[in-house]
């Protein structure tokens, strides 16, 4: 009933077997040798339907197993489509093979993907399509950043372990002996950061990594880089370690149980340990870290390194000055930590509050944090935040809608400022560049030789370093663009719990104010104005 023509046809003697329906023919089919080729749907319903008496009908064809190879658009994979036989051929492993070099793979083939997916070929119905990947790339693997790794204990760290006593109770005033370091303690030792791996296309291309983040070790006081090991900082001191940005520094302590009259202002150039509390009116002023372990009220606390105050910081404002100042103040050029505060002023490089700020008018150079854990859920509540990067809390602002302000990114204004003089700086250098090109333009009409070669090498001498001054406002001008978008990029309110009205939010020059209470969200500078996006 059924012949394999030349071409692949499958061809049917309809004289013979007289087909009563389209239905007879492809059942027919379907029990013949034929029964995995391709059929001819179209072909065996023309027949039905035209007049003219034919011989023979092509009710199928043979086809040949297919394979296309495509590229990803990043490079990184090369996918085939395998178009299985339908009473054809199958595709052999080295026709494949070919077809997958023909687009240009050099490298990640793995000959196990190819063989599974050649494999479907036995496994799936004739005239399937089934993918898979046949070559693999692999992204570049970026480097690991140096890290710090510390071989003594510094007092913030020991402030972190208190004292157990005989019955397993904590006393949370005693933390044992005070850390201490001999003249050449191995204090810090630098893991260098890593170049990364190389990575590649499977058409060959190699992929740099990103080497990890790499910084200098910085000796503090009272330490030095070790002369064997410039990985290593040593102390030449004996006295108490306290960490630095990339490095350390040993400092004398002076250890006190109160700051108070009978004590007297505390001025000292190490740290500055506080058993118990700060009284009102008492100063403390340190070039290294400050502790109180217990509450500081109406005081001034001022460092050159970090201030942690473990029980309340109590101010109030002071009617007697214009002004309206607080009576407690702590300012550090490294970070402040408080449990709690009220009417305070507080500023550092990242400020750090556990439960719950009362007015207090807060000024970190980096990072707000209201609250503990990685979801911080302190409460913000009055006050005004001169300025910060970035700002977490819980709660912001009040239920009653009292007005308060929260300045983010206000270094910002003097990054515009620098610039704009940076600019006024380059138009007059530019404008000196143009005259000296007159003169050179008119030197080169003196007829004097021996003049002419004065006046042209003195102009010329000007001209250098115009040109190397426009050089260097055009870098600086760069580098405070680069600044102020990373500034601006990376500056948020983050609001855990919720965010009341009456807040004024201003994020480098723009304003928001909020009319209501929000839930959780974040408010940030999105296409130049502020964009409150909530959380799901």
């Keep these: 009933m059924f012949k394999l023509a030349k071409n692949g046809n499958i061809l049917m003697d309809v004289a013979a077997a007289s087909p009563p329906s389209a239905a007879f023919v492809v059942e027919a089919l379907e029990r013949s040798p034929y029964a995995d080729c391709a059929i001819d749907h179209d072909s065996i319903a023309a027949y039905f339907k035209q007049d003219t008496p034919v011989t023979q009908l092509i009710v199928a064809q043979q086809k040949d197993a297919h394979i296309e190879v495509a590229l990803s658009d990043d490079k990184m994979q090369a996918i085939a489509k395998l178009t299985t036989a339908q009473g054809g051929k199958m595709i052999s492993l080295e026709d494949a093979k070919r077809a997958i070099v023909k687009v240009g793979v050099t490298r990640g083939y793995k000959q196990v993907y ?73 204090l810090v030792t630098q893991r260098p950061a890593t170049p990364g791996k190389e990575g590649f296309t499977v058409t060959g291309d190699s992929i740099a990594p990103k080497p990890g983040d790499s910084f200098q070790l910085v000796a503090g006081e009272g330490t030095e880089i070790s002369p064997t090991n410039p990985l290593q900082l040593i102390s030449t001191i004996a006295g108490c370690p306290s960490d630095v940005p990339n490095g350390m520094r040993v400092d004398d302590i002076f250890t006190i149980s109160d700051v108070n009259v009978r004590s007297g202002h505390i001025e000292f150039s190490g740290s500055v340990l506080v058993t118990h509390n700060v009284d009102p009116g008492m100063k403390i002023k340190a070039h290294g870290d400050i502790t109180v372990m217990g509450t500081v009220e109406s005081g001034e606390l001022i460092s050159d390194g ?3 105050v473990r029980g309340g910081v ?6 007697r000055n214009d002004d309206q100042g607080l009576t407690c103040r702590l300012i550090a050029k490294g970070d402040v930590q408080i449990t709690h505060g009220q009417y305070t002023y507080l500023e550092g490089q990242n400020v750090f509050i556990q439960k719950q700020s009362n007015h207090c008018d807060i000024k ?18 009055g006050g005004t935040i001169f300025d910060a990067k970035m700002l977490v ?4 602002g009040s239920s009653s809608g009292a007005t308060m302000a929260v300045y983010l990114a206000r270094s910002g204004m003097e990054i515009t400022e620098r610039t704009d003089l940076c600019l006024k700086e380059l138009t007059l250098t530019d404008e000196q560049i143009t005259n000296l090109q007159k003169a050179v333009e008119k030197a080169d009409n003196v007829k004097d030789a021996e003049k002419k070669k004065t006046l042209l090498a003195k102009i010329g001498a000007t001209q250098e370093h115009y040109c190397k001054q426009a050089e260097a406002l055009e870098h600086q001008l760069s580098e405070l663009d680069h600044t102020l978008h990373d500034l601006l990029d990376n500056t948020q309110l983050v609001v855990n719990t919720s965010l009341h009205s009456g807040v004024e939010i201003h994020i480098f020059d723009k304003v928001y104010k909020t009319t209501r209470s929000y839930p959780p969200c974040n408010a940030r500078l999105l296409e130049g104005k ?5 959380k799901m």
């Design 306 to 308: 970090n201030i942690e």
């Design 314 to 319: 109590i101010g109030h404002l002071d009617h």
């Design 114 to 186: 190819l063989e599974n997916l050649l494999k479907q070929q036995l496994e799936s119905l004739p005239g399937t399509e089934v993918t898979g990947i046949v070559a693999q790339g692999r992204p570049p693997e970026n480097g690991i950043p140096a890290k710090l790794m510390p071989h003594v204990q510094t007092l913030k760290e020991r402030l972190k372990q208190p004292k157990l006593r005989e019955d397993g109770t904590v006393d949370m005033r005693d933390f044992g002996a005070l850390a201490s370091v001999a003249p050449g303690t191995l």
């Design 530 to 534: 502020i964009e409150i996006e909530f």
């Design 393 to 396: 809390a819980g709660e912001v």
């Design 364 to 381: 970190a150079r980096n990072l707000l944090q209201v609250g503990l854990d990685e979801s911080p859920k302190g409460k913000l509540v």
